[in-house]
């Protein structure tokens, strides 16, 4: 068991340009998140898949915004004309759901995109 | 008030010292407690996780949850330069799956 993957791991890209970014979490978890972290701050959550269902979207996410988790596999984070408040380390984790009902969460390396 | 808060730190501590950190969350309903790590352009690693009221000890790591006060701390026992980190406390939020994040607190362990 490799862990969690996440490609690429950096991404610079011109500002209106969109980005795909792809995270394998560890095979036998069943929960994914999507998190986006800047410097200083903790995480910020942006999205969940239970398998392949989105079942939890940040009220702060903007449209631009869309991930999607096909066959609850892999997911991809895609986001629409990029924008320079869009720079930031885009996190992956991913979790085993446990009949205890408690969620640890291992994250992936990170992909750090910048908008120039 | 923020749900989940941490000094920022940086809190220095000399090499062979406990360092001792502290985290405090606004949501009694919270079950679950986790510490990570996280070094200086990398992502967090889960180093703790605590879901009763006591200490939790791990090699050098202990944790300590206490619900009545809500706050939870780690202790990081025979401190080495290699321990020097941001470290994040992460809580439970009302959905099992949403944890909250603290900002963290920068640990600077000095030779």
């Known amino acids: 068991d490799t862990g969690v993957s996440q490609n690429p791991r950096h991404k610079i890209t011109k500002r209106g340009q969109n980005v795909t970014f792809r995270c394998d979490p560890i095979?036998?978890?069943?929960?994914l998140y999507w998190y986006r972290q800047t410097l200083g701050q903790g995480p910020e959550f942006l999205t969940y898949f239970q398998n392949e269902a989105q079942l939890e979207k940040s009220r702060l996410l903007s449209d631009r915004f869309s991930a999607e988790r096909p066959k609850g596999s892999f997911s991809t984070l895609e986001i629409q004309r990029t924008e320079q408040g869009d720079s930031a380390m885009y996190l992956c984790a991913s979790s085993l759901i446990r009949t205890s009902g408690y969620n640890e969460q291992f994250f992936g390396p990170g992909t750090r995109l910048t908008v120039l | 008030q923020k749900e989940v808060e941490q000094n920022s730190g940086p809190l220095s501590v000399p090499e062979g010292a406990i360092a001792s950190l502290n985290c405090t969350y606004s949501d009694r309903g919270s079950q679950s407690f986790f510490w990570y790590r996280q070094y200086s352009g990398k992502s967090p690693e889960l180093i703790m996780s605590?879901?009763s009221n006591g200490d939790k000890e791990d090699g050098r790591f202990t944790a300590q949850l206490n619900k009545a006060s809500q706050y939870v701390s780690l202790l990081i026992r025979d401190s080495q330069p290699s321990d020097s980190a941001t470290y994040l406390c992460a809580v439970n939020g009302k959905s099992n799956y949403q944890l909250i994040w603290g900002a963290g607190t920068k640990l600077i362990i000095k030779p």
């Open positions: 095979s036998e978890h069943n929960r």
């Open positions: 605590i879901y």
